[in-house]
């Protein structure tokens, strides 16, 4: 089964400060692996995915296969940070048209 | 182009009421989904559809209609609305082969 975890519901930290918002997934596959964001106000927004390799906004994520993880991680945290991040898996298998979602991180950056 | 637009922004339903939520896209994407966000709960797909006349159920389909009868549109249907169905409501949609799927900015639907 396709499962998605993302122990934290809460994270704060302050403005400057490293963030690392944790995703462990479960897939006897290969998954693709994405960030999604959703700032106040706003609509669902893809921030990373991992077959890119890139980084957006200062963001970074690594797919780790040996510990099925894919954080993501930021070295200085910005007040405009501050969303609900949510973290998503694609399986290779049948249905990778679906994404399975974890059940997010709200991050704050305070002052 | 408008992306996915979803209608209405907000609603307030008594129980056993009836309402359709309306989603549409213009990007001329063929798959097309509607989920539900709980607090606390994340994401749960209810219905989706890889193309016109083309739907299949998600995780919580118990509840809800759907049907796709163009490329642009996918509304959602409830019948008999419960509280259990107080949620916010996303569409969205992709292409094959491309996983990033564009949202809509959510329906906000009370039952009481």
């Known amino acids: 089964a396709q499962r998605v975890t993302q122990p934290e519901k809460l994270l704060s930290v302050f403005k400057g400060a490293p963030v690392e918002l944790k995703c462990n997934y479960s897939y006897s596959g290969s998954p693709e692996l994405f960030w999604y964001v959703q700032y106040s106000r706003q609509r669902l927004q893809l921030l990373l995915r991992h077959i890119s390799r890139e980084s957006i906004k200062g963001f970074t994520a690594d797919l780790n296969k040996g510990e099925t993880s894919f954080h993501l991680k930021k070295p200085f945290a910005q007040e405009e940070d501050s969303a609900m991040y949510y973290c998503?898996?694609?399986?290779?298998?049948?249905?990778?048209?679906?994404?399975?979602f974890g059940k997010g991180t709200k991050l704050t950056v305070n002052p | 182009n408008a992306g996915v637009t979803q209608t209405p922004k907000f609603r307030i339903l008594k129980i056993g009421q009836s309402m359709t939520l309306q989603c549409a896209q213009d990007?001329?994407?063929?798959?097309m989904y509607w989920y539900r966000q709980d607090p606390g709960m994340g994401l749960k797909l209810i219905y989706y559809s890889v193309g016109a006349g083309i739907t299949d159920k998600g995780e919580v389909p118990n509840g809800y209609n759907v049907s796709r009868s163009t490329t642009e549109d996918f509304p959602l249907r409830l019948e008999l609305a419960a509280p259990s169905q107080t949620s916010v409501y996303f569409c969205?949609?992709?292409?094959?082969?491309?996983?990033?799927?564009?949202f809509g900015p959510g329906t906000r639907l009370t039952v009481t």
């Open positions: 969205a949609s992709k292409v094959t082969g491309i996983n990033e799927q564009y």
């Open positions: 990007m001329n994407h063929n798959y």
């Open positions: 998503a898996l694609s399986g290779s298998q049948g249905g990778s048209e679906k994404l399975v």
